[in-house]
């Protein structure tokens, strides 16, 4: 049985759901309880990378598979140094993990990120209330916390806005990275380590500007591209990120990805909605409809873009998803922008599609060549 | 992008009888696939000479050719159907070989037919061992270092540079056939020479040993425009070393990093873009725990075992999937079945942990060492769902049949014991948990098992919770309670722990509202609603069942039908078969049927044949949660074989509502003893009997009914430690362990009934009707197991006054036990007096022959009669004869065993069958020969040893033998009658008597048959090498009378000319016209004559 301390989640409709405090939550002198809005991600490996992304800042993060910490932590695994979501639920968090090299046990990492957590709930339970009714706001609190406590909390919260969540976790990357030949800047909206790596990849400079960057000295620095990086974060909440993206429009090569891919699909004029509970996973199905072909993709984002995109003048939409038909990705040959929905770069999921950064570059190349 | 053009018919190859690492996951995938075939409009033709399968029922492809799998019969078929293509991916490793031969051969070509699905060059870039390695180097993929060679001489240069231990694998065999690990030169040189006669190709490979990796599978899919995607991934808990199929499996992979498991992803689509499959296909790699480093150990481009165990731990049917993808369709285009919304070009998510464990069945196979390696030796499989490994764990060992509760303690030496972790078996596990209970840690366990700490630690998590619960007073509290259930104990492990009864335990249980709750496979862990009801059983708080409100609450009439568990000897496929047609049945009377199986591989687990599938152990407490879930109006136990019928009694008394024979009557067939009294009633001969249970008890009774008898224990299937005993010498031999068996119940001491004639009946009753079904006469004599025996439909040489007799009597004991739905009768018919031996009161693994023998689905028609209907007397109240003769001959796996007696006794051993179909007797016995694997090319050495009571009988069919060119071979004695014949011997001494001789003529290949027919048990002893010697060369070895006649007649109708194909739906068509027709009371009346 559990020498963990008995803990609970309640939702802000009133369910509620039992199991035992774990992480730094299951540590004296925590300072819970805590609340965040739920999702759920149905990725069977790749905890580390998820509860280390930066899009999961101010999150519960249910894991749909059951038994999470089955092979510890490695450091480079990391998208981030800290840790951003508010707390991991799980049905049965692994005391003990599979040994390899640089391994190291999860709930000791939760505890050093002072991450709470919940286990031994069951998340099968909560993803399908999530599915049927949507995303909603929880609060995890020990036994001692009243339910009427909790319940109050996850109420009374309304979600952060994107500026603060943004602020919180953008910024802390090194700035600059040197490569053999071109330069490439990289807006870091809360971006994740696997972004830059890939972008440094292709051999280029790679310099990292925090979320409160002024286009004009993305303009003055002779960037051959510029890549608007995740983040967390209702897109409709930063409009002053959308107009510095608006001023780049057209002058530089962009990639846009997540959050970036919104921020530019609003500063053409799109809409952006949010989904009843998004796309959180490693296996999510997308098309090109360019090729027909369909590539597995990662997936975390609560918003996208709405169809309307492609009445704008040069915006051709190229992927979208297999199952609900959600935009995933377009291109605007003109303004020398392609966006896409899903996570290139993986980390957790697929490598299907990696080769998008490639292709972009080459893309970037040509355009800069016809520009000049 | 469209199908293909131009495809309106497809040839399917079957993978033909089930035997060891090519089971009944052919059957499930084949039966799939052609059903998506069909759905396309397409005209299917099939060859499968597997009676067993659904696969091979008439209605299920158009033109079903029940014919041997040899390259003539598929030539023959070819030239008759003229397919548009040939889809060579669905019958395993016999089909792909098959494919190949018929391309090579310019066959193909010559009638126009297109191979799909995967072309030959993929087919040898996968299987060549050498192709396949050049393959993985070009796309920059790590495998062990290694060498292919192609004589003796080469491997002993490739042992100098790999050095030992060095594994050898042939090309193009499956189930690690002829492949093993060489520790010592010796070792080497014997398996390499293994490996080249058994690889087609005459290729193996040597590898360096990697043993003690980490081993894993990905089941990938691909389709034309290079689209791909995992279906699943597996990670092996036997490292390295041991074959996957004979490894305990968890599904997903549970130990990688994701930066891992992508690499290895990544790996497995290149392996697949280089070799062009359009389909499903298995890939293989090890990983080294240390360093982390990869290797690719193999691919099958083929749907395959661990395709079938995919398909059921996700929920997506690969081989439909599969089928489709080779007419052409993209993963795009082609809809997820579970989610109606999503497409098949999707990655199943699970939210639940999935354990397979292998069942073996070593106790059959005395000699035999449980020992496990590169080369398969398991029968069959279960598989189990949990929310955490150790519940998935627990209740995948419960599934077993090997009465085990869970992971329960067995008693193993503790001397033993560093011996038993470190030499894989099929009882490491339990070695595992003696270890931690004797002190051992989990670094030292892992040390000398190379088990990964993660599943020891697992393992180590129940043993202290066992601590625990023993040092808990019960009742528990209702924590402690919840924390056992999640844990996998259950009621019955726990009761035993707190010594008191399994129903304390549930009461108390369910006093403290802790019930089990029903969860959905719905490949995407709860993101969709899923549309396919396929549901698991588990402790935790929510059940998707109930809240699932979308199922509208119909009236209709809910009906569980109980499986058989895993393939085993003497419970296989053809129990599977009868669950799927009792599930079709319930669905055509508009109720809604609700299966209950663990078996994997099988079609009674593709969640779209029954409304409803628990995927559970077939036990007490798991069928009880399904019961109490569903509610059902009844429960039918007549179709799963022995497995349900065992549970019977305590299902009945918890007020189970029983449908069909009641508890009563399946007791008076199955309780030997009250059985007897039943057949006296009714004036029945069954073999006089008597009982004991001591040592001067047996001995007495037995001298009283006079030798030889057959000394059985009670309420046993497949003849399981049953012993023919010829003396009071050997009944003392034999009675002790046969005392100890039988746990205190009394041993039964029958007549043997000596060159008696067994015949099978199987009957169909509603209460008041009873209908016959079939009527078998077996070739070998009683005394052979029955499942052992081949048989011949309608019976050979039996008088109609006999069969009218046996006919009568099967009636009278129908009626006395107000049978509702199947029951067999066996018989022994001596000097014309019919002996009844055994009353099953279920259905028979005879059942699916005798179904596609007479056409008729027995099965169907017995459940409408279980469900209340009345059978249609006019339609079947005459027994079918027909006009064609179909023989069922068994498939051992002596080849598996090469160290086991092929010798046959009343002991069941084969682990498939075979039919053939033919207008006469001998063409349909020599064709099911053929099926079975025979060959005895022209010219052959035919070796002839036979103690002195047969040395008469065997002169005219020797001598049959030496007029079709076949050269005779004899001992002394046997030569000097031969010769008296006229019949020219060439003399060969046995071992005995000093020299060599037979051996070596066998090992060097000049003696393709062997007929050896010994009486006394020390004959049979002395000769026994001769046997051995003959199943290590593959070389047929003839051991009864009976089977030699009917092998020597069959040959001589071949050598008149091509085998004749014909379909089995143009045979049963011949049956609709009034042939021959007999009524129940045994007549013989001419067709067209007044009834
Ligand atoms: N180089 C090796 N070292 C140790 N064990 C091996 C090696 N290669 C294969 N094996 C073991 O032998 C088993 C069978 O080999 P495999 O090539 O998969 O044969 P098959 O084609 O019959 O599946 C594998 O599952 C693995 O456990
Ligand atoms: N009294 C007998 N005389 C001769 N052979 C017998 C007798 N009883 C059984 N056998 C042989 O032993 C085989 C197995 O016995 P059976 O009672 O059918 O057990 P099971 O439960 O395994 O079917 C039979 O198929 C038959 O060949
Ligand atoms: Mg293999
Ligand atoms: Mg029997």
Redesign the pocket.
Known sequence: MNARPRGKMILADGTRYEGFLTGAAARAGWNGPVWGEVVFNTSMTGYQEVITDPSYAGQIVVMTYPQIGNYGVTVDDNEKSATAARALVVRDLQEFFSPGPGRTSLEAFMVKQSLPGLTDVDTRAITRRIRDKGAVVAAIGGADARDEDLLELARSKRLDRAERLVANVSGTLNAVHAGESGRAAVIDLGVKKSIVDNVRRLGVTTQVFDADFRAKDILDGGFDFVVVSNGPGDPADIPEVVEQVNQLIGRTPMLGICLGHQLIACALGAETYKLKFGHHGANQPVIDHRTSQVFITSQNHNFAVSDDIADHAGVTITYTNAADGTLEGFIDEHRKIECVQFHPEASPGPHDCRFIFDRFYEKAKEWNHAQA | MPRLEGIRSVMVIGSGPIVIGQGCEFDYSGTQAIRALREEGLRVVLINSNPATIMTDPDMADATYLEPLTFDACRAIIEKERPDVLLPTLGGQTALNLSMELSDSGVLEEFGVRLIGVDLNAIRRAEDRSGFKVLCEEAGLDT?RSAVVHSIEEAMHALDLLGLPA?I?PSF?????G?G?ARTREDFVRIVKTGLRKSPVHEVLI?????GWK?FELEVMRDRDGNHVVVCSIENLDP?????GDSITVAPVQTLRDREYQLMRDAAFSIMDAVGIWGGANV?FAVEPATGRMTV??M?PRVSRSSALASKATGYPIAKVAARLALGYTLAELPNDVVGTIPAAFEPSLDYVVVKIPRWNFEKFRGVEDVLG?QMQSIGEVMALGRTFNEALQKALRSLESDWAGFDTVELAPADLERLLSTPSSMRLFAVKAAYTAGLDTARIHELSRIDPWFLENLRGLVEFEKRVRAQAFPPTREFMRAAKRFGFSDRQLAGLWGVGEDDVTAAREGMDIHPVVKMVDTCAGEFEARTPYYYIVYDDECDVESDARRSRQAKKKVVILGSGPNRIGQGIEFDYCCVHAAMAVREMGCESIMVNCNPETVSTDFDISDRLYFEPVSYEHVMAVVRKEKPAGVIFQFGGQTPLKLLHRLAAAGVTVLGTGVESVDRAEDRERCHELMNELGIMHPPCAFASSREAAVREAAKIGYPLLLRPPYVLGGRSMELVRSEEEILESIDSALRSSESRALMIDKFIEGAVEVDVDCVSDGENVVIAGVMEHMEEAGIHSGDSSCVIPPLALEEEIIAEIKRQTVRIARALNLVGMMNAQFAIKDNRIYCFEINPRASRTVPYVSKATGVQWVKLATRAIMGEKLDMQRYGETIMPDYMSVKVPVFPFEKFPGVDSILGPEMRSTGEVMGIGETFDEAFIKAQFAAGYRLPKGAGVFISVANRYKRKVIFPVKALREMGYHIVATPGMAKVLRSHGVPVRVVHKLSEGDQGIIDMVEAGEVHLVVNMAWSRKSIEDDKFIRLAANKMKVQCITTMAGFHALVLGLQTLSGGPLHVESIQNYNARLAKPAARETAQGEVRAAGEAA
């Open positions: 062990p594994i694998r065999t499956l189930g690690g056939s492949s690990m590898e360096e040993s990697i043993e081993e390295m070393g041991v074959h996957t293989q150990i193999e099958n590169s």
